[in-house]
């Protein structure tokens, strides 16, 4: 006799966690590692983090990044410039860490000060030093379809990847809906869906008749920032939810979509999409030091 479940009672959807990736992900970077330190001379990659306010959790961070940089071997500073750093200053510190040919990489932590413009800073960051993907060289070749010259934003890169481990590799003719066209997510993940030939629908939180437009979609992404955005109602049994929401509450953090959704796949919120990103970042550092090498990366 063969197991049946009734329609009114779903098998859980397939959770997605982001760690098992992360861990291949540390794995790779620490044998690029291993292979320069042994080299003769040593060499040792260089990722300076810029503070430039008084945001309590850009500095905590800061300090989860120093330790994870440690059990690396990187090279890890600081530059805390301050909350009364001027726009001017907080910039030629960014052209000034752009010149060194010490430094191989670069993050602009965020939220800026009140005041200071974290668009018109980036553009002071080169773009192959990026290690985050946030500057405009970096989204206008991801746009442009040339990946294999930019620096990847972590978060749609994660999101990527959790992808391909739930629909396979080859993700040509899949049909991905992205939920929040936001510019550190969701704008960048439409390219980068695209350039693996992905079809893209591009939603908002004000979208009119989600289920409908969902419904003959493979996945869906959501990344708006505000809980419970996706409900039971939204979405159909085939679908895989990636989360990439983080929302701050009382009970703890909370992604976009509601939990324990009817679906096939979906990744929890924390422990999906987070633990890959910051992989992926260190990642980019190895990219970055290859670049500007002028190595052609994958």
Not at 142 to 148: C, L, M, T
Not at 234 to 249: E, L, R, S, T
């Amino acid at each position: 006799m063969t197991d049946f479940t009734p329609p009114d009672s779903p098998a859980p959807p397939r959770a997605l966690p982001g760690k098992p990736l992360a861990d291949r992900v540390t794995a790779e970077v620490r044998a690029a590692l291993a292979e320069w330190a042994a080299l003769t001379p040593p060499f040792q990659p260089r990722l300076v983090s810029v503070l430039a306010s008084s945001d309590p959790a850009s500095r905590v961070y800061v300090q989860s990044k120093a330790r994870q940089a440690r059990k690396l071997g990187l090279d890890f500073h600081v530059v805390d410039l301050g909350e009364t750093v001027t726009q001017a200053d907080l910039e030629a510190a960014l052209r000034e860490l752009s010149a060194d040919e010490s430094v191989h990489g670069i993050v602009l932590e965020l939220p800026l000060a009140p005041g200071l413009d974290a668009d018109e800073a980036l553009l002071h960051i080169a773009h192959r030093k990026d290690v985050e993907g946030l500057t405009p060289g970096n989204l206008g070749l991801i746009a442009a379809g040339r990946e294999p010259e930019a620096l990847l934003p972590p978060t749609p890169r994660s999101v990527r990847f959790l992808l391909r481990e739930a629909l396979g590799d080859d993700l040509r003719g899949r049909r991905v809906a992205v939920i929040g066209p936001g510019r550190t997510v969701g704008r960048p993940l439409t390219f980068m869906l695209n350039n693996r030939g992905v079809t893209v629908t591009l939603c908002n939180e004000h979208t009119r008749d989600l289920p409908r437009v969902l419904a003959d979609v493979d996945a869906v992404v959501v990344a708006v920032g505000r809980a419970g955005l996706l409900r039971a109602g939204h979405v159909q049994p085939h679908h895989v939810i990636v989360d990439a929401g983080i929302n701050v509450q009382e009970s703890g953090v909370a992604g976009d979509a509601e939990r324990d959704l009817p679906v096939r796949a979906q990744t929890p919120v924390p422990g999906g999409v987070g633990p890959l990103t910051g992989a992926l970042m260190y990642q980019n550092l190895v990219r970055a030091v290859k670049l500007q090498r002028g190595e052609r990366v994958e």
